[in-house]
């Protein structure tokens, strides 16, 4: 029996956890659900059906959904019989045995079935099929997660699904299955749909960029990517994320220093940078290594801002390992380093390696890099002190402050720069007058 009354348009909530592929996932369900005739508000307490979309890539995040979850099922319109939906990584994970642990949720939506959003719904509110008539959909910038709403005029774009690289402290191959290569003509209607609706930059995104198109029927490759797209919305910043060392390559490096319009922008992981350690990682390259990838990007693109992930505390990691890792660090030559202490996951091959650390020491570690990584990267934007930039204004603080991003600066993990004056959604032109650790101001 359905709990909606005669006529009504049923409405669906999505909390999100995790990274920005998971915005993504949440804006194509949400979309999903808007073309099948349902609604998708914002408030989770305002709605028929609430879908928690979660992260299960290390403990923590487990942890972070777990309590999103619990959250979602005190609601009260969830207590007084709206169901609750578990979508995304931990069905994916864990499978049937989460419905035991969560008695809380009515339906559970694994990665690999979120095409099925509308359905699933649907039976979950009980009423017996899709709504009836036109689809219902909100006004531009109504907030699904993954769009570019007013006050974030940019969107993410995922490329592919999935990886093949079994790093061995990694659960996302099994969470997310093999590496599959959306097609250039899916990528492309997902990119112009979004700047049709406003966004100024689009962020390529997938869980390794850099292999992009080498699974397709026309095999293509992740640079022709960018610049078909880059041609195509010559008004329109694109930044791409999550390049492995070994996708960084000359015909890339071209594309970037050859469009005004890409952003001079690499993200590349790491992880560590001692040979053994990264071995045991199940991955390759060294502290040599790399200083000559940097060296090589540095010298085709030359103001390339790069940011990297480092992982401290691998089991097995000896001191000098650690100060290995450190000294790396300390030579400046990445613009922002995130760095997360090791997580032991259950199914993976590293949780079961001899030398496991303790949790105060992964802590203290990974808290030693972040120090290092804090003297050296803030010093490097200090000195971008009075140069002249480009900034994509972006919204309003609680506080009333203007804010936008610079091309060095990925939306929401490398700072803002705050602004005197300018228009949401626009380009200004401004002058870096100071900087506080990762924040700039402009004049």
């Not at 995040?61 to 207590?79: C, G, W």
Request: charged share 25%.
């Amino acid at each position: 029996m359905s709990v909606l009354g005669e006529g009504a348009s049923p409405a669906v909530a999505f909390v999100t956890l995790g990274c920005a592929k998971n915005e993504v996932d949440t804006r194509e369900m949400g979309e999903r659900l808007l073309d099948a005739g349902f609604a998708v508000v914002d408030d989770p307490a305002r709605a028929q059906a609430v879908v928690v979309n979660t992260c299960a890539f290390i403990q923590s995040a487990i942890e972070e959904s777990l309590d999103a979850i619990f959250d979602a099922a005190d609601l009260p319109n969830v207590v007084a019989g709206a169901p609750l939906i578990v979508a995304g990584c931990m069905p994916s994970r864990f499978g049937d045995e989460l419905a035991t642990e969560l008695p809380e949720a009515r339906s559970f939506l694994p990665c690999s079935r979120e095409d099925d959003i509308a359905e699933v719904v649907s039976r979950a509110l009980g009423l017996g099929g899709l709504p009836s008539g036109a689809p219902w959909r909100q006004p531009l910038g109504c907030g699904l997660e993954g769009e570019s709403p007013a006050g974030a005029p940019f969107a993410y774009v995922k490329i592919s699904d999935g990886c093949d690289r079994r790093c061995s402290f990694c659960t996302i191959p099994d969470i997310r299955g093999p590496y599959r290569s959306f097609s250039v003509e899916t990528v492309a209607r997902d990119v112009a749909r979004q700047v049709e609706r406003g966004a100024r930059e689009i962020v390529l995104i997938a869980q390794d960029t850099g292999c992009y198109g080498h699974d397709l029927d026309e095999p293509t490759t992740l640079a022709a990517l960018l610049d078909r797209m880059a041609a195509a919305h010559p008004d329109v910043w694109f930044r791409v994320m999550y390049t492995e060392p070994d996708g960084i390559t000359d015909e890339l490096l071209d594309v970037v220093a050859g469009r005004d319009n890409v952003c001079s922008y690499f993200d590349i992981p790491l992880q560590h940078v001692s040979a053994t350690v990264l071995r045991s990682m199940r991955r390759r390259g060294d502290a040599e290594a790399f200083r000559a990838l940097v060296g090589r990007i540095r010298s085709s693109v030359p103001g390339a801002t790069l940011r990297t992930t480092l992982i401290a505390g691998f089991p097995g990691e000896t001191d000098e390992q650690f100060q290995e890792l450190c000294d790396f660090v300390a030579e400046g030559l990445f613009d922002y380093v995130g760095v997360f202490a090791y997580s032991a996951e259950e199914g993976t091959a590293a949780a079961s390696l001899p030398g496991q650390l303790d949790e105060e020491e992964k802590r203290e570690r990974a808290q030693a890099v972040r120090d290092v990584a804090d003297a050296v990267c803030t010093a490097k934007v200090a000195e971008r002190v009075g140069s002249v930039c480009e900034v994509l204004v972006e919204g309003y603080e609680e506080d009333g402050q203007l804010y936008g991003r610079a091309r060095c600066q990925a939306p929401e993990v490398d700072g803002v720069v705050y602004l005197e004056s300018g228009e949401v959604g626009q380009f200004a032109s401004v002058r870096i007058a100071d900087t506080l650790l990762y924040e700039m101001e402009s004049e």
